[in-house]
């Protein structure tokens, strides 16, 4: 009886030995793949990362230089140990549902440590970023020229259409704030000024003002030229007396450096060759500097990129004048060989920089200021316009001209209505509050002047909700203000809720932009130096996906 027994037993050792061995073949596999399960979770970390930082530095190339925003976001996974095409990577950079929205896929082909024997030797590890980039409002407009171009020609964007007629303002350290220059002029003769304290202005820029070209697609032979750069003392209205603006008598193409003296040298600001330039004191003649930035650097910084300096390239600076002009606009003229330098540049395009060659899409900055120059006791606003265009035909349509997140504005033509480019306001901005701030706007206003912020042109219609804070509080009407001298030396800001049905057209180059409609009123002679910005609430760079 007891032999049966053992015989079971031996037999039953043996099932065991069995069942442990294949339970082992299991264990050890399921240990085999938690092993590639965790290399395949560290490497999606790894990737994850590097799709972060990539959509990150990238979407802040956009809208207008798409490629150049794939460019970075991929150089960006690279530095994070993810380059396109090497080791099984794959970095696919891609527009997310809007001009300012990145998405970047990262996807690493990972060898399996143990999944080699289970017949699965690699397996792909799959991550993706969204980031978005509500950065500095542009402001200015799509066109190719800020402010007026008395002889625009050939140069001329189709996407200058509807621009506003004003020119750029740089004031000076020694001039009053309400005189209009929120951000140059650093003193303050009344005290009921917003941002005035025991006669400092709390808003003075030390950097000067600061421009943009950007060049949305390649262009041939890049130029960018001032127009009237040098400041000319000859009023506001061009018609200062000490200025002795040559007469149309007095004067023969043959002895002037311009074939239309009569028209270009005329007095008055009825003129389109009138800046306007100011003097506040007697004598005053500020310098002023203009600086060619970029296009590499921090985005939110354009002051500190590179500067250009090269032998067509190079910062320029430019004497100011309040003398006799009707001798130092003629060739001949002693004066004129003392000081040559104004009949080349007044009232005339004046060269700033020439990139010869194919010009990649990037922006450049143009930073123009008075002070630090050896004139800083000079009292004056200089007045002037900006351009960029290259030689190929259609090269001008393919860059703009804007301030940056700040531009102060000069006014002076009689009894106009402008819808002036104020900003750009992508369509993914729904949701978001548009503030437009508007300093010392009361200059030259008569009854029936009004503020009105205008949604883009493909938009049509009107915004609703828009409210006030400053001189005046609360509703507003048709987005609208009344003007009057009430705004001297004041700030006012109106915001403007985007609503959620709120579309645009952003793959044109002059879709989204918001206008800001200025009407001076009938009979009304301004001579009006306003400081504007705007902002859009919100993350200005966040991930959204």
């Not at 001297?488 to 952003?506: A, E, F, H, K, L």
Request: hydrophobic fraction near 35%; include cysteine; charged fraction near 15%.
């Amino acid at each position: 009886m007891s032999r049966p027994l053992r015989r079971r037993q031996r037999d039953e050792r043996g099932y065991v030995a069995v069942v442990s061995g294949l339970l082992l073949i299991v264990l050890l596999g399921f240990s085999a793949f938690a092993v590639d399960v965790g290399h395949w979770y560290l490497e999606g970390q790894r990737a994850q990362r590097a799709a972060d930082a990539a959509a990150l530095a990238g979407v802040t190339k956009l809208p207008d230089d798409r490629f150049g925003a794939y460019a970075e976001a991929q150089r960006y996974a690279a530095t994070n140990g993810f380059t396109n095409g090497v080791n099984r990577a794959v970095v696919s950079p891609s527009l997310a549902g809007g001009s300012t929205r990145l998405r970047v896929d990262v996807d690493s082909t990972v060898t399996n440590f143990f999944g080699g024997f289970l017949g699965l030797g690699a397996t792909k590890v799959s991550r993706h970023a969204t980031a978005e980039f509500a950065g500095p409002v542009p402001l200015g407009s799509p066109c190719n020229h800020f402010g007026d171009d008395p002889e625009v020609g050939s140069t001329g964007s189709s996407n200058c259409d509807n621009t506003g007629a004003f020119w750029a303002n740089v004031g000076s350290i020694p001039a009053n704030k309400q005189s209009g220059d929120a951000f140059q002029n650093d003193y303050c003769t009344s005290s009921t000024s917003d941002g005035c304290t025991n006669g400092d202005n709390a808003d003075y820029e030390p950097n000067g003002h600061v421009f943009t070209v950007t060049v949305r697609q390649s262009v041939k032979n890049l130029t960018i030229e001032a127009f009237d750069p040098a400041f000319v003392a000859v009023g506001d209205l061009c018609d200062l007396s000490t200025a002795k603006l040559p007469q149309a008598a007095a004067l023969a193409a043959a002895d002037t450096y311009v074939s239309n003296p009569a028209q270009r040298y005329a007095k008055g600001n009825t003129s389109p060759w009138c800046t306007g330039d100011q003097p506040f004191t007697t004598g005053a003649k500020p310098k002023t500097e203009f600086v060619i930035k970029g296009p590499a650097g921090n985005p939110w910084e354009p002051t500190a990129w590179p500067t250009l300096n090269t032998a067509s390239c190079k910062p320029r600076t430019f004497g100011g004048y309040n003398e006799d002009l009707s001798l130092a606009l003629k060739k001949n003229s002693a004066q004129n060989l003392a000081n040559p330098e104004i009949a080349e540049t007044f009232r005339r395009w004046v060269t700033l920089c020439t990139i010869p060659g194919t010009v990649q899409p990037g922006t450049y900055s143009i930073q123009v200021h008075t002070n630090g120059l050896g004139s800083d006791t000079q009292s004056g606003h200089n007045r002037f316009s900006l351009r960029a265009y290259g030689t190929s035909g259609g090269d001008k349509d393919k860059i703009a001209v804007a301030g940056y997140s700040q531009m102060v504005l000069y006014a002076n033509i009689p009894s106009t209505t402008s819808k002036f480019f104020l900003a750009r306001v992508p369509s993914n901005s729904s949701g978001q509050f548009f503030n437009v701030n508007l300093f010392d706007i009361g200059d030259g206003a008569v009854a029936g002047s009004t503020v009105k912020v205008v949604p883009p042109s493909e938009t049509g219609g009107s915004f609703s909700g828009c409210k006030g804070k400053g001189i005046t509080n609360g509703n507003l009407v048709d987005c609208t203000i009344a003007v009057s001298s009430i705004y001297n030396g004041r700030w006012q800001t109106i915001t403007v809720p985007i609503p959620s049905t709120y579309s645009c057209t952003d793959s044109s180059p002059s879709g989204c932009w918001v206008r800001l409609e200025f009407n001076y009123g009938a009979g009304s002679q301004p001579a009006d130096t306003t400081s504007w910005s705007a902002t859009l609430d919100g993350d200005p760079i966040r991930l959204v996906e």
